[in-house]
Structures are given as structure tokens and as C-alpha cells.
């Protein structure tokens, strides 16, 4: 491959963004901090004092002066604090906001200036895991004193935080060097992928044909089956007035019907492989939009009632509808590994949730929705329903649907939300 078909097939920003020597990084990594600088016209002083001209001591003695006020006092100011650092909330979504409350003991005589709180956000697969990117800054600490500060965050990705252990940093007053030092007591937070609206979505509780099983179900459709009392959601067909008027209640005949289909919502992750010509970061983009779409599907068809079978590399969840379950699932997703790796495998699996009616002398029909991504475009997702539904004249035919995730997400996602409980629907 040629250098000019390397760098059309790669493009520029990886160009840019690609460290080449990374073996040499660890003896140019201090050449960061601006300290590093002033060592060097510190060197050069001492040269030009010893071989040109003895006014090099004067210079020599100011840069002495200046590195030692800007290393001195933010290793004093880090070390004379006592802080913890903990989240408001155990669970969130992708970019919702949350708050950290940083409380911290000043044992010093003197104000803290400059003071950072880093790497609460930060992932452990970045390159340079020394160097935390700020989380957030203050202006001042009172001196001996207790304070309390409220962070205000978000999370782009999902996972759970810290992946790393934080750090309290300050460089003030020079800005010449930054000392750091690790937070003992850190809480942890969970963020799940973020979840998509899809209008008109979810059916109500009285609607709902079956919950879970296999054969015949109590719902709202079939013959009488007895009574009940009513649910938010049930016809006004089914009341049956003489028993409601007896009991002083609403009252409604149960009736039942087929068991609604399981759906097996397959997550296609990949390799890194496939898509390696976009970069890491597409890798990372793609793999979050596919973890995005099969929480919202699995979310809505859990309120919808219908059974869900959750596959992803080699974890299969069988999950009950319900509540209980839900926040294990979204755990669950959001252990997923960001680039697709085998680690999903090392995560502990959550128990199977499998219930089997009594008397059943069949199998409960099953429906494939598939999951996967563009080998091309990062924002490209394709969702299929693999088994095929069944339409009115008998035939059977499989639904593919391309959704580009930056233009018409929420407009595709209502269409094929309405061929999927099509699918749901049929026995």
C-alpha cells in the first residue's frame, strides 16, 4: 500500500490523532508540565554561569525560586486536605445529569486556591491512565474548616464509575506543575444506556394478552374464563354490570387467549475488526448506539408485557416483564464492553428468569429481532426480524429497517415499533 492510498483510506484525523511512537511517551510525558521547561532554562542557566558569563547564577536563582514556590505549595495544598467524593443517586441514564457531593477538611491555616476533582468520568482503557481529565474545579476552601460542594455531571457513556480512582489535583499558584493525590472514599454510580421515546409505544395493563408462560394465558381477548376485578385499561365490553352492581366495584370477566410469542432481541456486537478502517472511536460510537436501541426495544416490550429473550455475544437472559428484572437487564447492558471485546464473558450473567404453565402441550412461538451495525457508517444500525410475521393472507416475510441514528431515529423507531407488536400479536 502506497502512502497516498494509506492516508485516502485512513483520512487525516487519524493521521493527526495516531501516536506513532508511543514505546517513547514515558520520557516525554513530563515535558507536559510546564516545570519540565523551566528544569531546561534551569540546565541552560547553569551553562551559561559556569562557561559565558556569571549573570547566568542570577537567572539560575529566580527560575530555583520560581519552581520551588510552584511545586512546594500545591504538594502542601493536596496534602492537607481530607476529602470523599460520592454520587446522589445509584443509577442513571446516559446523559442525564447527576450530582457528586465533594466534601472536603481543610487542615491548613490558610485558603486552598485552584483545587480540581479528576478522573471520576474517565475510562480505563485511555492511553495515559496518569493524567485524568478535570471533573470539576473550585475557586476556594475556607481554612480550617469543613466544606461541602455540590458537582453537577453527566455521563456520555454508559458503565459503571469510577472505572479509575479519582484524584484531587491543585497547581496553584504558578500553574507550573500539578500535584495529585488519590480520594480514599469514592462512591460508585451506574450509568445505563439511554432509552429512545417512541410514541404511543406501550399498551395498557388490562390489554395486555399474557404475561409470561407458554399455551393459554389469561388476557383480554378468548372465551369467559371467570371474573376479576377491573384494570386500568379493560374494555368496557367485558364489566359485568350485575356483579359490579352487587359488590360496589368495577368487576370484569377474565377471559383467555394465546400465549403472545417470545421475542429473542439478538445484539450483534462485533469485532473490532469489521469496522477498524473507521478507528477506535467509531468502534466505541457504533457499539453504544446498537447497547441504546436494544434498551429501548426491550424496555417497551417489557411494558408491553411480552415475553423477551435478551442474546448478546455468548450471554442469553430469558427475563420475566415485570419491573423486578428490569434494573438487572440495564445492568447488565451496561457492563457491555465498549469495543465489542470478550470481556461481555468474564461479566457476571444475571440467573435466568423461566416459568413454564402447567398443562402446556405446546411451545410458545418465538420471533428473532436482530441488532447489527454498518461495516461503512458507524451511525448506520440495521434491525430485522429474522423468523418473519405472519400477515393476514397467511404469508410470511422478513422486516429490514436501516436507521441512520443521526437524522430519522425516533420517526423509524415508531415505524418498526408497529410491525414488531404486530409480530407480538400473532399466534
Same mark, same amino acid.
Given at each position: 500500500?502506497?502512502?497516498?492510498?494509506? /492516508?485516502?483510506?485512513?483520512?487525516?484525523?487519524?493521521?493527526?490523532?495516531?501516536?506513532?511512537? +508511543?514505546?517513547?511517551?514515558?520520557? *516525554?510525558?513530563?515535558?507536559?508540565?510546564?516545570?519540565?521547561?523551566?528544569?531546561?532554562?534551569?540546565?541552560?542557566?547553569?551553562?551559561?554561569?559556569?562557561?559565558? #558569563?556569571?549573570?547566568?547564577?542570577?537567572?539560575?536563582?529566580?527560575?530555583?525560586?520560581?519552581?520551588?514556590? $510552584?511545586?512546594?505549595?500545591?504538594? /502542601?495544598?493536596?496534602?492537607? /486536605?481530607?476529602?470523599?467524593?460520592?454520587?446522589?443517586?445509584?443509577?442513571?441514564?446516559?446523559?442525564?445529569?447527576?450530582?457528586?457531593?465533594?466534601?472536603? #477538611?481543610?487542615?491548613?491555616?490558610? +485558603?486552598?486556591?485552584?483545587? @480540581?476533582?479528576?478522573?471520576?468520568?474517565?475510562?480505563?482503557?485511555?492511553?495515559?491512565?496518569? #493524567?485524568?481529565?478535570?471533573?470539576?474545579?473550585?475557586? &476556594? !476552601?475556607?481554612?480550617?474548616?469543613?466544606?461541602?460542594?455540590?458537582?453537577?455531571?453527566?455521563?456520555?457513556?454508559?458503565?459503571?464509575?469510577? @472505572?479509575? !480512582? %479519582?484524584?484531587?489535583? *491543585?497547581?496553584? +499558584?504558578?500553574?507550573?506543575?500539578?500535584?495529585?493525590?488519590?480520594?480514599?472514599?469514592?462512591?460508585?454510580?451506574?450509568?445505563?444506556?439511554?432509552?429512545?421515546? /417512541?410514541?404511543?409505544? *406501550?399498551?395498557?395493563?388490562?390489554? &395486555?394478552?399474557?404475561?409470561?408462560?407458554?399455551?393459554?394465558?389469561? $388476557?383480554?381477548?378468548?372465551? %369467559?374464563? $371467570? *371474573?376479576?376485578?377491573?384494570r386500568f385499561g379493560d374494555s368496557p365490553r367485558h364489566i359485568h354490570w350485575a356483579l359490579s352492581a352487587r359488590s360496589d366495584k368495577w368487576i370484569t370477566t377474565q377471559r383467555g387467549g394465546p400465549e403472545r410469542p417470545r421475542i429473542e432481541v439478538v445484539l450483534e456486537l462485533g469485532s473490532p475488526v469489521e469496522i477498524s478502517a473507521l478507528g477506535k472511536w467509531a468502534v466505541r460510537e457504533q457499539i453504544a448506539l446498537k447497547v441504546r436501541l436494544a434498551a429501548t426495544i426491550f424496555r417497551n416490550l417489557d411494558a408491553a408485557r411480552v415475553p423477551v429473550s435478551l442474546i448478546f455475544g455468548p450471554q442469553r437472559l430469558d427475563i420475566m416483564p415485570g419491573a423486578v428484572s428490569r434494573p438487572m437487564v440495564f445492568d447488565r447492558l451496561a457492563a457491555i464492553a465498549p469495543y465489542g471485546d470478550d470481556s461481555v464473558s468474564q461479566a457476571p450473567s444475571i440467573a435466568e428468569h423461566r416459568h413454564?404453565?402447567?398443562?402446556?402441550?405446546?411451545?410458545?412461538?418465538?420471533?428473532?429481532?436482530?441488532?447489527?451495525?454498518?461495516?461503512?457508517?458507524?451511525? @448506520?444500525?440495521?434491525?430485522?426480524?429474522?423468523?418473519?410475521?405472519?400477515?393476514?393472507?397467511? @404469508?410470511?416475510?422478513?422486516?429490514?429497517?436501516?436507521?441512520?441514528?443521526?437524522?430519522?431515529?425516533?420517526?423509524?423507531?415508531?415505524?418498526?415499533?408497529?410491525?414488531? !407488536?404486530?409480530?407480538?400479536?400473532?399466534?
Amino acid at each position: 500500500m502506497t502512502i497516498q492510498s494509506w /492516508i485516502r483510506h485512513r483520512g487525516w484525523r487519524t493521521i493527526l490523532t495516531t501516536d506513532f511512537c +508511543p514505546w517513547a511517551n514515558r520520557y *516525554c510525558y513530563w515535558l507536559k508540565e510546564p516545570v519540565g521547561w523551566f528544569c531546561l532554562g534551569l540546565l541552560a542557566s547553569v551553562l551559561v554561569a559556569l562557561y559565558v #558569563n556569571p549573570v547566568g547564577w542570577t537567572m539560575a536563582a529566580g527560575l530555583v525560586g520560581v519552581i520551588g514556590i $510552584g511545586i512546594l505549595w500545591p504538594w /502542601i495544598a493536596v496534602r492537607g /486536605i481530607n476529602c470523599s467524593l460520592a454520587p446522589d443517586v445509584t443509577r442513571v441514564y446516559e446523559g442525564e445529569e447527576f450530582y457528586l457531593r465533594f466534601r472536603v #477538611n481543610n487542615f491548613l491555616p490558610l +485558603p486552598i486556591w485552584g483545587l @480540581e476533582v479528576r478522573g471520576y468520568l474517565d475510562h480505563a482503557d485511555q492511553e495515559d491512565g496518569a #493524567n485524568l481529565s478535570p471533573t470539576s474545579s473550585l475557586a &476556594s !476552601i475556607p481554612p480550617l474548616c469543613s466544606s461541602e460542594f455540590i458537582l453537577p455531571l453527566s455521563a456520555p457513556y454508559r458503565g459503571f464509575y469510577p @472505572e479509575l !480512582i %479519582p484524584q484531587v489535583s *491543585c497547581s496553584f +499558584p504558578l500553574g507550573i506543575w500539578t500535584a495529585r493525590r488519590p480520594l480514599k472514599k469514592v462512591g460508585s454510580i451506574t450509568v445505563w444506556p439511554a432509552v429512545y421515546s /417512541i410514541l404511543g409505544q *406501550c399498551e395498557l395493563p388490562g390489554r &395486555s394478552q399474557a404475561f409470561i408462560g407458554e399455551g393459554d394465558r389469561d $388476557g383480554g381477548h378468548g372465551d %369467559p374464563l $371467570g *371474573c376479576r376485578e377491573y384494570r386500568f385499561g379493560d374494555s368496557p365490553r367485558h364489566i359485568h354490570w350485575a356483579l359490579s352492581a352487587r359488590s360496589d366495584k368495577w368487576i370484569t370477566t377474565q377471559r383467555g387467549g394465546p400465549e403472545r410469542p417470545r421475542i429473542e432481541v439478538v445484539l450483534e456486537l462485533g469485532s473490532p475488526v469489521e469496522i477498524s478502517a473507521l478507528g477506535k472511536w467509531a468502534v466505541r460510537e457504533q457499539i453504544a448506539l446498537k447497547v441504546r436501541l436494544a434498551a429501548t426495544i426491550f424496555r417497551n416490550l417489557d411494558a408491553a408485557r411480552v415475553p423477551v429473550s435478551l442474546i448478546f455475544g455468548p450471554q442469553r437472559l430469558d427475563i420475566m416483564p415485570g419491573a423486578v428484572s428490569r434494573p438487572m437487564v440495564f445492568d447488565r447492558l451496561a457492563a457491555i464492553a465498549p469495543y465489542g471485546d470478550d470481556s461481555v464473558s468474564q461479566a457476571p450473567s444475571i440467573a435466568e428468569h423461566r416459568h413454564r404453565t402447567v398443562g402446556s402441550s405446546h411451545q410458545t412461538p418465538t420471533t428473532r429481532l436482530t441488532i447489527s451495525g454498518s461495516r461503512l457508517e458507524p451511525y @448506520e444500525i440495521h434491525l430485522s426480524i429474522d423468523r418473519g410475521l405472519t400477515l393476514q393472507r397467511g @404469508e410470511s416475510k422478513n422486516r429490514r429497517m436501516t436507521i441512520d441514528c443521526r437524522v430519522d431515529l425516533e420517526k423509524k423507531l415508531a415505524q418498526f415499533w408497529k410491525e414488531l !407488536i404486530y409480530v407480538s400479536r400473532a399466534a
